[in-house]
């Protein structure tokens, strides 16, 4: 077996992977809180992509430098993502607190339509072409070949992330009264927790990270359309029911894993299939093992 | 409240509205031809909408909560109009002849155009009387339902191809291979709770359209199969507009079918087990009812009708290849279950005519269509998660000699 030929499927499926981890974390906290899989969270990393796009090229006719409009660009994204998440549970879940579950999700079925639909109309159907924001790094240029320094960016951002939003949940109020919410929603109201603030919270941070990875992928490959969210969120709930929906590491953990399957899967065997491929993955996860790598196995209460 | 308020709320939402449609509705950039367009009037008319919206958005919800605490004092829901009209029989029989025989004469009064218009129509009856029994009546989420009418399709398509059969033969093989689909999507989903299955389902529905793209040999890949042949009549030579009344007849006397069908089903032994099924899966089972055959079933009967409809669709259509079986068919489907009511018959028809006929007499919006379902389908959970014709739930009242003591 060729060794450099792996070592960049190896690679490839840890961008990859990193990627699907940012998305993944959306639908892993907000099940945790709300136990709702989060159908139009694939839309928000969409809208953040093309935020991203829009504002990056507007600052670039503006004359702005690249590292500006980079930093700019995905501020924006970030800021717009999370108001879109905050505005979105405000309309079509808030109102359905305690409904049956499949009323909230059919009711995120409809979300997801919307949005998709909403910035094809006032956007375009076409592919847009999307600049490459992240620049060359020359400290890596010797590198290069095996990695690149966009995907280096791609997987220290992620850590980053990840690293970050763990000490939230672990040392925060906010992380606290997170992990309070999920354990007993009506234990943490009469121990004084805002749990509406919490839900809030939770959106904002998932739909945040989202557009990251959406402003960090876009930027990879180089175009997007209004289309982009559902496979990509597809593939993000994969990973995260694959780490175990609802806990955090599980989420990195079960993109890590998705990535490399992908990118090995496609590399040695068919890339035909590779989306097939993912939704196989999928079934057999749920069927063998349905609490996922990390995920704690839920007993059922009566 | 003070009216002041309201307006000072209003004003809020619509400021916010405006901020957060900012960059995507207001500009629009394009990057081949490096110009920036920005659309100002766009801006103007997003603040004025959610300004209004945004009372009407709160009296809907004062009303849905005072409703709430209505029902929570005892008076019990209202019964809707069609309601009222199925119970009362004077009324309910000769509007069910009148019915009937307006669906008769119609295709001999409007033209070709208008009968495959409706012929459309009454497959999607099928079709959402299907997936009703899964979504509706067994409480499960399929969002892979059109795979099951993409078998039917191909069933008949393929074995046409291949073998010559015809049209009758296929119909039953059709069904048959949908509820055997079914089942093979039933077993290991058995274990799974409402929000992994719909994931599940939904990548079923995507491995079926995926596998048809890309197995050229065979499936004939994207290009699909053409000249499939109309169904036939012992041999007589119909004109194309002859065909068309026939294919709408044989529609209509399948979707009667479907519904006298459907109807026995939900007041049988194994109707009874799905409802109490979908209300409560422990319980159920603590009652002794078998879950793997009650799910099973469930399935097996919704992907027979998907089946059935998917045979039709494809002797109607003449051709066929994997991009009529989208998610978005799926999604369609499952509006027409939803918008009409989760478990109710005549809501899931009269869902699927406005959700078929709707759309094709407003051509001019076709581009707002899905984005209407979205706002549909969010609005409906809302504020009435029962569709148009909610259902009611059975109830027995015991008059026996000792009801007295009751």
Not at chain 1, 275 to 293: E, Q, W
Not at chain 2, 26 to 34: D, K, L, M, P, S
Not at chain 2, 286 to 291: E, I, L, N, R, S
């Amino acid at each position: 077996m060729d060794l450099q030929y792996f070592a960049e499927l190896f690679l490839g499926g840890l961008t990859r992977g990193s990627i699907y981890a940012l998305i993944a974390l959306g639908y892993t906290m907000v099940y945790g809180i709300i136990e709702l899989i989060n159908f139009a969270h694939g839309e928000i990393y969409m809208i953040g992509a093309f935020t991203g796009l829009i504002v990056a090229t507007v600052l670039t006719f503006a004359g702005f430098p690249t590292l500006a409009v980079l930093v700019l660009a995905s501020v924006a994204a970030v800021v717009y993502s999370s108001c879109y998440g905050f505005t979105m549970e405000k309309i079509a879940y808030k109102p359905l607190r305690g409904a049956p579950r499949l009323s909230v999700l059919i009711s995120a079925i409809g979300m997801s339509l919307f949005l998709q639909n909403y910035v094809l109309l006032a956007q375009t159907s076409d592919f847009l072409p999307f600049p490459s924001l992240v620049p060359d790094l020359a400290f890596w240029e010797p590198y290069a070949h095996i990695i690149s320094s966009q995907e280096i960016v791609i997987i220290s951002v992620t850590a980053t992330v990840m690293v970050l939003l763990n000490l939230l949940i672990k040392f925060t109020r906010m992380g606290k009264a997170m992990r309070a919410t999920s354990q007993d929603r009506e234990m943490a109201m009469l121990t004084g927790v805002d749990v509406n603030r919490v839900i809030s919270v939770t959106f904002v941070i998932g739909s945040a990270t989202a557009a990251l990875g959406a402003v960090l992928i876009a930027s990879h490959i180089g175009q997007i359309n209004f289309y982009i969210g559902f496979i990509a969120g597809i593939k993000a709930f994969v990973a995260a029911v694959l780490g175990g929906i609802g806990s955090v590491p599980g989420a990195v953990v079960g993109a890590l894993v998705l990535g490399w399957t992908e990118s090995f899967f496609t590399g040695y065997i068919s890339s035909d299939y590779e989306d097939v491929f993912a939704f196989i993955f999928l079934v057999v996860i749920l069927i063998f093992k349905p609490s996922g790598i990390l995920g704690r196995s839920e007993t059922q209460k009566v | 409240m003070t009216p002041l308020i309201e307006i000072r709320k209003s004003v809020l939402v619509s400021i916010w509205f405006m901020f957060l449609t900012f960059p995507i509705m207001v500009i629009r950039v394009n990057t081949v031809e490096n110009v920036v367009e920005w659309r100002w009037h766009n801006m103007i008319a997003i603040g004025a909408g959610s300004f209004l919206l945004s009372f009407v958005w709160r009296y809907m919800i004062r009303r849905k909560e005072q409703g709430i605490r209505r029902q929570r004092e005892g008076a019990g829901p209202r019964l809707s109009i069609f309601q009222r009209i199925g119970q009362e029989r004077r009324i309910f029989l000769p509007a069910l002849t009148l019915l009937a025989v307006a669906v008769v004469v119609f295709p001999f009064l409007v033209s070709m155009y208008q009968v495959n218009i409706m012929t459309t129509a009454f497959m999607y009856i099928m079709l959402g009387l299907g997936l009703n029994i899964v979504v509706g009546v067994a409480g499960l989420l399929d969002l892979g339902y059109v795979a099951f009418y993409a078998v039917g399709a191909y069933t008949y398509a393929l074995l046409n191809h291949h073998f010559g059969l015809n049209f009758w033969v296929c119909l039953p093989i059709g069904a048959a291979l949908g509820a055997g689909f079914g089942i093979l999507l039933g077993f290991p989903v058995l274990r799974l709770r409402g929000d992994y299955l719909a994931i599940v389902t939904l990548g079923f529905g995507e491995i079926i359209r995926l596998v048809l793209e890309n197995w050229n040999e065979f499936s004939f890949g994207p290009s699909g199969i053409s000249n499939i042949p109309r169904p036939g009549l012992f041999g007589v030579a119909f004109s194309l507009e002859a065909h068309a009344r026939y294919i709408y007849f044989i529609v209509v006397a399948l979707a009667v079918f479907t519904i006298f069908m459907v109807n026995r089903l939900q007041n049988s032994r194994i109707g009874r087990a799905w409802l109490a099924l979908r209300e409560d899966e422990i319980a159920c089972q603590a009652m002794g009812v078998d879950k793997t055959r009650t799910k099973l079933t469930a399935f097996a009967l919704g992907a027979t009708w998907a089946g059935l409809a998917g045979v039709i669709f494809a002797a109607k259509t003449t051709f066929i290849n994997p991009a009529s079986f989208t998610i978005w068919e799926s999604i369609n489907i499952l509006c027409i279950v939803v918008l009409g009511g989760m478990g109710s018959i005549t809501g899931v028809v009269l869902g699927a005519l406005v959700l078929v006929l709707l759309p094709e007499y407003l051509r001019a919006f076709a581009e707002y269509r899905i984005l209407t379902f979205g706002v549909v389908l969010v609005l409906m959970m809302v504020f009435r998660p029962g569709g148009i014709v909610s259902n009611v739930r059975r109830t027995y009242q015991f008059e026996g000699p000792d009801s007295g003591d009751k």
